[in-house]
């Protein structure tokens, strides 16, 4: 199967799921997870939608991202206020 057409796939389904946690206003990282367990349950669409290396490798990166991006809302002041609790769940 060609490689484009995958990643086709997967970024489109991204895509879905961007449009759509815009329209209804909750997390991106919500709303893909759904949209993939909607598309993982399709019948037929496992012979498209494959997990190569590549979507490994995103899958991967995404994590790492998500848990950068959920540290970065974390609020300044409440962590410098509960700096002990903070840092002994870390």
Known sequence: MNVYYVMAI????????????????ISV???????????ANIPGIKEHVQQTDYTTLLAGLGSVLLTFLA???I????????????????
């Open 10 to 25: 997967w970024v489109g389904m991204a895509l879905l799921a961007a449009f759509v946690s815009i329209r209804i206003g």
């Open 29 to 39: 990282a919500l709303v893909e997870i759904v949209v993939g367990a909607v598309f």
């Open 71 to 73: 540290g970065a809302e």
């Open 75 to 90: 609020d300044p002041v409440s962590l410098r206020k509960h700096w002990k609790a903070s840092l002994s769940l870390a």
